[in-house]
């Protein structure tokens, strides 16, 4: 089943190209996959499932066009894809003249809020039931051969207050975020985030110190991958590629 939320983009949700920004498309994506997580305990009938938070794995998402101030927009989410410890959730985003715009997908683990480990999925949720059979990205790409490009650039960064969600921990569209700000600005000043894939391997904790790594390989074009890894480099906390076009 297909959950759907309506959005008008305010000023606030501009980046400097006066276009919606991609912090803001995500920020969208998330409320409505809060929101249909919402309608389902709701719906859901039987035993409640105590104790749980969804934490987000990875993040795959493109874009075929923008959207400007004012322009109303709906996004549709549902579960593509469910097993015993990986939930996967899908978005697409459609504008007002009924064009898709951008398209996702997010990989979330089950968490227990008191030992913080991983948890399985229990089938009381009946969330196998609520699969839709419509994946935009089956065949992901594995972010797993980026170490042998030439380093750009590096930058220390620290998880400041605002970064924490209510997960106490550094919230996922803040990764994304720390990445884009160390690629050059003039880079994006005269491009478009076509499409962007993160994978979070560690949670950051409050004022945790790290380093943003800016790897460009041979012949990859405007694909900018990045890691952030702690001072030492031996703990990776996520990995990522953005592709400018």
Do not use: C
């Amino acid at each position: 089943m297909k959950y759907t939320e309506k959005f008008k983009v305010r000023i606030s949700d501009l980046d400097y190209k006066k276009e919606v920004s991609l912090n803001s498309i995500m920020k969208y994506f998330l409320e409505t996959a809060f929101k249909h997580e919402d309608f389902l305990i709701e719906s859901r009938q039987g035993e409640k499932v105590e104790n749980y938070a969804w934490v987000i794995y990875k993040w795959i998402v493109s874009f075929d066009e923008t959207a400007g101030l004012g322009v109303n927009l709906k996004v549709n989410t549902w579960l593509s894809k469910v097993d015993r410890f990986l939930l996967d959730r899908s978005f697409e985003l459609i504008n007002e003249k009924g064009k898709r715009i951008a398209k996702a997908k997010s990989v979330w683990n089950m968490v227990n809020t008191e030992s913080r480990s991983l948890m399985r999925i229990p089938k009381e949720m009946e969330l196998a039931e609520q699969v839709v059979d419509m994946d935009f990205f089956p065949k992901d790409r594995k972010l797993s051969d980026i170490d042998d490009g030439l380093e750009s650039s590096r930058e220390e960064r620290e998880v400041l207050t605002y970064d924490v969600d209510a997960n106490n921990h550094m919230n996922n569209l803040s990764y994304l975020q720390k990445i884009l700000d160390s690629i050059p600005f003039d880079l994006l000043k005269d491009n478009r985030i076509r499409s962007a894939e993160i994978i979070y391997k560690r949670e950051l904790l409050p004022k945790e110190k790290f380093t943003v790594k800016t790897t460009s390989k041979p012949n990859a074009g405007m694909e900018i991958f990045s890691q952030i890894v702690n001072a030492n480099e031996d703990t990776e906390y996520a990995r990522a590629v953005v592709k400018l076009g």
